[in-house]
């Protein structure tokens, strides 16, 4: 469905991604255009927009028009020094990548962030992709029966699932040191629904990562480690996804409810510089919702 009056969208895929053109965003933003990028992730989960080298405050600029962001403290990523809104994610020789897994951001907190933006300042030469999976494709990519099963099933996601592990020891030393233990104390395990209603577009979604899903209740022990592994092999079926190749002044924008991501580490020694932040809620999703009551 191409219903766009302001801007021109283009599927990257059958099930994820779409690429938006005929918008400048280091210039201010309509409310129009903004409402039409949002029906674009609402739709495609990930949206993308190539050439746009905007400055950190023209992202956090953009990024505002769809909700409140999150101010960032010092933890696994740098912060920059014209917006306390975005984080310096550096890799290079002396800072290997190490973000390859599948997530979505903030699934470990209790109210988990809307949206996140990520901007290409200074991609590899080769490598550094990012691959993006569609939630609801992989919830619709499940057999009848394993639906059944996993319906009305709640999850426990933790923080330090992940950030607990050998290959995140670096983030606990140094300067990180502060942020992480902060970070730690402020997200206890928590529990949501495995398969969320999407609060906008009403589908349904496959809430799971292999990094931050420590459990699925009403399962046993075993039964639940194996069910982790039968969903993080699951999510990683390229029929789900988008492999986006990055080019400075690519922006990625995608829905934390509806996808998950992961960043190929296929670049060291060479260096990787992104700009990202966080957009807290959906106010144009809510606004939306709120009207239709």
């Known amino acids: 469905m191409q219903d766009y009056a302001h801007i021109t969208v283009e599927p990257a895929s059958r099930n994820c991604g779409a690429f938006v053109d005929g918008v400048d ?11 039409e990028i949002h029906t674009a992730l609402m739709r495609h989960q990930v949206v993308f927009f190539r050439d746009q080298d905007v400055t950190p405050v023209e992202q956090t600029t953009f990024a505002r028009n769809f909700g409140p962001l999150r101010i960032k403290h010092r933890s696994a990523f740098e912060l920059h020094d014209d917006t306390s809104e975005v984080s310096v994610i550096v890799n290079n020789r002396e800072h290997p990548p190490y973000i390859d897994h599948y997530h979505a951001d903030g699934m470990f907190r209790m109210e988990p962030e809307f949206a996140s933006m990520l901007k290409a300042e200074a991609p590899p030469k080769m490598g550094g992709d990012t691959i993006f999976v569609s939630l609801k494709a992989a919830w619709n990519g499940l057999s009848d029966a394993l639906r059944a099963t996993l319906d009305d099933k709640i999850a426990v996601y933790d923080f330090m699932k992940l950030h607990s592990t050998p290959e995140k020891a670096r983030n606990w030393t140094g300067p990180s040191r502060q942020g992480m233990i902060k970070s730690r104390d402020e997200n206890p395990p928590v529990q949501h629904p495995l ?17 931050f899903t420590a459990a699925i209740l009403g399962l046993n022990k075993y039964e639940s480690e194996a069910m982790h592994a039968l969903l993080t092999r699951h999510c990683a079926k390229p029929e789900f996804q988008y492999r986006l190749q990055w080019r400075k002044g690519t922006i990625a924008m995608w829905d934390n409810l509806g996808s998950l991501h992961y960043a190929v580490a296929d670049y060291w020694p060479d260096t990787r510089i992104m700009h990202r932040l966080t957009i807290l809620k959906d106010e144009i999703g809510m606004s939306g919702a709120v009207a239709a009551e």
């Open 195 to 211: 398969v969320p209603k999407h609060p906008v577009s009403g589908e349904r979604c496959l809430y799971f990562s292999e990094s």
């Open 25 to 35: 965003l280091t210039k201010p933003v309509t409310s129009a255009i903004c409402r």
